[in-house]
């Protein structure tokens, strides 16, 4: 089976800049979650979609980072604007169910980094 | 809320030998514990999943154990090969959240 998708594998932007990643889920997989990796760190949780609702999303800063996932099958991860503190590795992963009982697939992320 | 401690320290060991990682955690128990491989570069790939009425799982040469009476989990590779060498993540389930939070690594080099 496909593994899960997710681009561009590398950017660079300057703080205040804006930008986007987007995640295609491995197909079937009606739960995706966003983490972000800061060097060292383990990954931490952004939002958790269901299908194309909103689960979680307590840990995101709302105030620059929007995420969307319209027609329940790829999503969209947004910064605007970026600050120096979001050059981090950006996960994407889906599940098959909405409790933790299955292993998640994560992609291979999305590294930003923000001069 | 729930802390998860790794073994802070790199940990190196020789081929062939039994490589053990810790997972602690406060708090409450977690009805599962995941634990995930993750090399440089790549994200975490899944490798095992414990439920907190189950004391041992067993997958080839892995081995997970889990204690909710010490609020620990052990992560056991046998007969380990340079090729185990990556970080290893465990990750909790959090209560009527559905979603898991990870520990922040253990880093295991294995020696030739």
């Known amino acids: 089976e496909a593994g899960v998708a997710q681009s561009p594998r590398y950017k660079i932007i300057e703080k205040r800049q804006s930008v986007a990643f987007w995640c295609n889920p491995i197909s079937g997989h009606a739960t995706l979650y966003w983490y972000q990796q800061i060097l060292g760190q383990g990954p931490k949780l952004l939002i958790q979609?269901?299908?194309?609702?909103?689960?979680?999303d307590s840990q995101l800063p709302k105030d620059r980072f929007s995420a969307e996932r319209l027609k329940g099958v790829d999503s969209t991860l947004k910064i605007q604007p970026a600050k120096l503190e979001d050059s981090a590795v950006y996960l994407c992963?889906?599940?098959?169910?909405?409790?933790?009982?299955?292993?998640?697939?994560f992609g291979s992320g999305t590294r930003l980094t923000v001069v | 809320s729930q802390k998860i401690e790794q073994n802070s320290e790199a940990l190196n060991i020789q081929e062939g030998k039994t490589a053990t990682l810790t997972c602690n955690y406060t708090?409450?128990?977690?009805?599962?514990l995941q634990w995930y491989r993750q090399d440089p570069g790549r994200g975490p790939v899944f490798l095992l999943l414990i439920r907190e009425n189950e004391k041992e799982k067993r997958k080839e040469r892995l081995k997970v154990t889990f204690d909710t009476t010490l609020k620990q989990s052990l992560f056991h590779i046998t007969a380990s090969q340079p090729a185990d060498s990556a970080t290893y993540l465990c990750a909790l389930d959090v209560p009527r959240g559905g979603k898991l939070i990870f520990g922040q690594g253990t880093e295991l080099s294995v020696k030739p």
């Open positions: 992963a889906s599940s098959l169910g909405a409790r933790p009982n299955y292993g998640y697939t």
């Open positions: 979609f269901q299908n194309n609702g909103v689960v979680d």
């Open positions: 708090n409450y128990s977690p009805a599962y």
